[in-house]
Each structure stands twice: as structure tokens, then as C-alpha cells.
């Protein structure tokens, strides 16, 4: 079992970066990979970016440019740096982690606006 805290959430600007970070504890070395995922008002949660413990990385063709994913590879939890914000970034940020046997945890979301 893995529990994660999303941090870094606010209201910013259009243009503007935001940096979140996730907080991991419980079977952390059992983590094969970690991600962000985001959620809009009455749509389905999407994937952001991912990275693997090999550091592979994967991102939705709409943040692709504009933001990075990293980890601690000591901690092994996700950072996702997000620059030139748009307003249809507005969602709610979830932090993730896979362990084999994709199973999934999930962070209690934090919430993200941008203002045009």
C-alpha cells in the first residue's frame, strides 16, 4: 500500500508556472512508476505526464513543452513543473504511483485554476 499527498495547487494567471509536488510513504520501494493525472469539472480524469523508475517519460500532447515531470529517486515521488499555464489547464491535479500488478494509489487531489 502506498499513500500520497499532493502539494503546490493555487490560482495563478495565464502565462504563469506552478510547481506540485507528492508526498509518498508505505511500500515505496515497490513503486514502478509515478504520475499526475488531471481531472476537469464533468470530464474523465486524463493522464498529464508520467515517469518510470528507469525514467521514462510519457506526456498528454497538451502539456508537451510547457511541462516536466521529475522524481526523487530517493523518495520516488513526482514533481510536475508547469510553465506558460492556460486556462483550460483548470483542473484537479492527482498524484499516482503503479506498483507491479498495475495497481494504482492515488493522492487526494489538489486544485489547480488559472485565470484568463
Known amino acids: 500500500q502506498v499513500q500520497l499527498v499532493e502539494s503546490g495547487g493555487g490560482l495563478v494567471q495565464a502565462g504563469r508556472s506552478l510547481r506540485l509536488s507528492c508526498a509518498a510513504s508505505?511500500?515505496?520501494?515497490?513503486?514502478?512508476?509515478v504520475g499526475w493525472y488531471h481531472q476537469a469539472p464533468g470530464k474523465q480524469r486524463e493522464l498529464v505526464a508520467a515517469?518510470?523508475?528507469?525514467?521514462?517519460?510519457n506526456y498528454a500532447d497538451s502539456v508537451k513543452g510547457r511541462f516536466t515531470i521529475s522524481r526523487d529517486k530517493t523518495k520516488n515521488t513526482p514533481y510536475l513543473q508547469m510553465n506558460s499555464l492556460k486556462p483550460e489547464d483548470t483542473a484537479v491535479y492527482y498524484c499516482?504511483?503503479?506498483?507491479?500488478?498495475?495497481?494504482?494509489?492515488w493522492g487526494q487531489g489538489t486544485q489547480v485554476t488559472v485565470s484568463s
Open positions: 499516482n504511483a503503479r506498483v507491479p500488478g498495475n495497481i494504482d494509489s
Open positions: 515517469i518510470t523508475r528507469n525514467g521514462f517519460t
Open positions: 508505505g511500500n515505496i520501494f515497490r513503486i514502478a512508476a
